[in-house]
């Protein structure tokens, strides 16, 4: 998780703070991570962090996908569709009847690969936005 943040050109928080937040998630039983190699013989080199919540929509639960991370000499080797097919596993053996993310919409390898499994944007009509209010003052303010 402190590579994808590195990767995205930020640093904050600070390693440690990830790190025990990172701990503090895998304490959480509404949350799980995923890990994966490219293959076999490879040492780890992608993530997806994955949040349960209920949902009155679906009167059910719901997933969140909330990252996805595959290290860049991993990238194009298929394991962020192994992760990501993973996840949607994992969510249904958890008996969760949605699955949600969001991503920049001008990341176009993401978005392909979310559409390519089955994701949409357009179910109501329209794209739907991800809006958020950062109640402190760290991070992307």
Known sequence: MVAFRNHLGIDW???NAFLAGVERLLDDRDSEFLIGAPHDDAPPAGVVQL????????????????????ADDARRSGLGRALVEGAIERA???????????????????????????????????????YRLHLDKGGDE
Request: glycine letters at 12%; charged letters at 35%; aromatic letters at 14%.
């Open 13 to 15: 928080p600070s390693d």
């Open 51 to 70: 949040r349960y919540r209920w949902g009155i929509w679906r009167a059910g639960f719901d997933c969140l996908l909330e990252d996805l991370f595959v």
């Open 92 to 130: 249904r053996e958890r008996g969760c009847r949605r699955m949600e993310l969001d991503t920049n919409e001008n990341n176009t390898a993401a978005r392909g690969l979310y559409e390519r499994l089955g994701f949409v944007n357009d179910r109501y009509g329209g794209r739907d936005l991800y």
